[in-house]
């Protein structure tokens, strides 16, 4: 989010008034000290060009990386009882792609203190998309799974929908977690009491929001330092034997562990273990999935690539694949033989990223903002600053 604009720069008088190029913008001053002859025409002055936040390309990356993960993860979520590989590689992937993805959320939400544009911005790009893709998953359940009687409902989040739930309120509470003294920690304990709470319910999937919030807690807290840390060297060579292993117990752990326990959507209790088990594995399986997170972002390029621009429409991506990820599973896509030979796992892996990426362009952004990023200026009054910011800009 950009800071606001201190209101008194509307107010600094103007300087005098000097003759303006034939670009529209004032000459350069003191042409002579920039090494100007005489008579020459005077050169375009950097400063009078609007300074343009730039996008920082490895958090692009990072996201459009995440997002193909959790696409993936999908796809092979229906081969998992054919194939062992399958089921190491879905529980590989799911004990840190959501993870980093509410860091990264997180790191992002660090401006965040409730200003009247940053909550106009909140509702419109998650609180709307959240009611929209609702009511529009509601409504493909009931015609794809032919389920005329599958009911609305804002309180229980269908599918992919819980995020939004979950980062509407993560962001909403960010003033809270920067004022106290130990937030992190502090996050974790409410995770702790979530995970042995059976009794919280499935309102706005209140489990998942308590379980995941130390992850968003630690990106609140994160600096462009601590991102420097795991873009070195170093960091990408022990990232590698870390992933082996990782792989290695993921697939020790097919035939042994629930992979439901990766999904945080239920307290101990109902995952059918003793109440101190949830303690255990809330600190075990954030632990792990710190480290792989931080193996995954040390293995991302942090120069400009081909999938750069596709990091904006992360959103897009994960919102409108759900459409196609469980429509295969109501249409019965993967009963097909050949789905669950290797080469036919290899064929659903590429064509779920093809998909993914195809989600994420430019042109589906445009077709789709209505939804996602809609203006609404008719529902808010108008604000003041945000009018100063745009007269400075202009």
């Known amino acids: 989010m950009k800071q606001e604009t201190e209101t008194t720069a509307a107010r600094t008088p103007l300087p005098p008034a000097r003759t ?3 670009s529209g913008h004032a000459p350069a001053p003191d042409a002579a000290r920039q090494g100007a002859s005489p008579g020459a025409p005077p050169q375009p002055a ?10 920082d390309p490895y958090f692009d990356n990072a996201k459009y990386l995440a997002i193909v993960l959790v696409a993936l993860g999908h796809s092979w979520e229906p081969l998992r009882d054919g194939s062992r590989a399958a089921g190491a590689l879905y529980i590989f992937v799911y004990a840190f792609h959501m993870p980093a993805f509410m860091v990264i959320s997180g790191y992002f939400s660090r401006s965040f203190e409730g200003r009247p544009h940053q909550l106009k911005r909140l509702v419109t790009g998650v609180a709307v998309p959240y009611v929209l893709f609702e009511v529009a998953y509601t409504l493909f359940k ?3 799974d032919d389920d005329p009687g599958y009911p609305f409902s804002l309180l229980d989040p269908w599918y992919l929908t819980w995020f939004l739930a979950a980062l509407f309120i993560w962001r909403l509470t960010t003033p809270l ?13 409410v995770a702790v009491l979530a995970s042995v709470s059976p009794d919280i319910g499935d309102d706005l999937d209140l489990q998942r929001v308590l379980q ?9 807290h994160l600096k462009p330092e601590h991102f420097d840390l795991v873009r070195t060297r170093r960091a990408r060579l022990l990232a590698l034997p870390v992933a082996l292993v990782a792989l290695t117990v993921a697939y020790w752990a097919v ?9 945080h959507y239920n307290s101990a209790q109902e995952m059918g273990a003793p109440w101190w088990i949830g303690v255990i594995m809330t600190f075990a399986l954030f632990g792990c999935s710190m480290v792989l997170t931080a193996c995954f972002l040390a293995w991302v390029p942090g120069r400009h690539m081909w999938f750069t621009a596709l990091g904006a429409g992360t959103l897009y991506g994960y919102l409108l694949h759900g459409f196609v990820a469980k429509g295969s599973r109501f249409w019965d896509w993967y009963e097909v033989d050949w789905v669950h030979t290797p080469l ?3 064929g659903v892996t590429c064509l779920a990223a093809a998909l993914i990426t195809a989600l994420c362009t430019p042109p589906v952004q445009r077709a789709f903002r209505f939804a996602m990023e809609p203006k609404m200026t008719w529902a808010f009054r108008s604000d003041p600053s945000a009018s100063a910011r745009e007269r400075v800009r202009s």
């Open 177 to 189: 977690w920067k004022a106290v003294r130990w937030p992190v920690a502090l996050s974790l304990a």
């Open 212 to 220: 995941f919030l130390p992850f968003f807690v630690i990106g609140l």
């Open 46 to 55: 950097a400063a009078d060009k609007p300074k343009r936040k730039q996008r």
């Open 142 to 144: 009931r015609w794809a």
């Open 344 to 346: 036919g796992a290899i």
């Open 20 to 22: 303006a190029s034939s």
């Open 255 to 263: 035939e042994r562990m629930n992979a439901a326990w990766f999904y």
